[in-house]
């Protein structure tokens, strides 16, 4: 019996307008009136995943920047995991060496050296503000839940695999669309952040779905009792799924639902 659904938001719970399909929100919030927890679990920060879960419902609860912050509903935090400063100098100096735009994530707003057309299409902006440091070779950072790079997406997985070597492995890397790569502290994802929350609510892994469509989807999928890979999902998530959706992003959110919630 499914007593929590976890659900990430870009190409799974949101259509391409960034809204959640109407079939799919009344069913939502039909599980949450039945007892199922619902849970935001997006890489995106706060201020977007909270504008979703309140949507859903005043008891939906909240999993941001990939796992780095986990809310209750009404935002007090229950854990939070942030990037040194030293790691993310050394993500600065890997983007100035390339030429790569790079962002963190300052009190719940954008930090970017300048506003650019790598920070307009974060659709986190929709909800946030943005920070401009001028300069982040002598800016005085403070620790951040994750850092974004934005790339071609013809590069990303090489970029990926030297940014890995150049952090020595000291970091969690992982991808949200074809043409970011996303940073988080070593060791934090949704699946280990998911299964804190669980413990603490008294939620078996078996009574877990977990719906997503990309990497850092991936170990939550894996870890849900019922791991669900919506129809647009890259090849690499379908395979670590246990379900398969027919239906793309938010109607294949709400096909899994129907198949496997009780309602």
Not at 3 to 15: F, P, S, V
Not at 62 to 74: H, S
Not at 199 to 228: H, K, P, Y
């Amino acid at each position: 019996m499914i007593k929590l659904i976890a659900l990430d938001l870009d190409n799974t719970l949101l259509q391409k307008d960034n809204t959640i399909h109407p079939r799919t929100l009344a069913l939502l919030k039909a599980c949450a009136g039945a007892g199922i927890t619902i849970v935001i679990a997006t890489g995106r920060l706060y201020n977007s995943a909270e504008k979703y879960a309140r949507q859903i419902g005043p008891g939906c609860k909240i999993l941001c920047y990939n796992g780095c912050l986990i809310t209750e509903a009404d935002g007090k935090a229950l854990f939070a995991a942030e990037l040194s400063v030293a790691t993310m100098k050394k993500v600065v100096s890997f983007c100035q060496e390339r030429g790569l735009y790079c962002q963190f994530y300052k009190d719940h707003k954008i930090l970017v050296e300048k506003v650019c057309a790598g920070t307009t299409i974060d659709p986190d902006l929709a909800n946030t503000t943005a920070i401009e440091a001028g300069s982040f070779e002598n800016y005085d950072f403070q620790p951040s839940p994750k850092a974004m790079i934005v790339a071609p997406p013809e590069k990303v997985a090489a970029y990926q695999r030297e940014l890995d070597a150049y952090l020595s492995g000291g970091a969690y890397l992982a991808q949200s669309q074809p043409y970011l790569i996303e940073i988080m502290p070593k060791g934090v994802n949704k699946a280990s952040s998911l299964a804190l929350l669980c413990r603490r609510l008294g939620i078996a892994q078996s009574e877990v779905m977990a719906c997503g469509d990309n990497t850092n989807d991936a170990e939550m999928v894996s870890w849900a009792g019922t791991g669900v890979a919506v129809a647009n999902a890259i090849d690499s998530l379908k395979k670590a799924a246990s379900y398969v959706c027919q239906a793309e992003r938010s109607l294949g959110v709400a096909e899994a639902i129907e198949k496997f919630c009780q309602l």
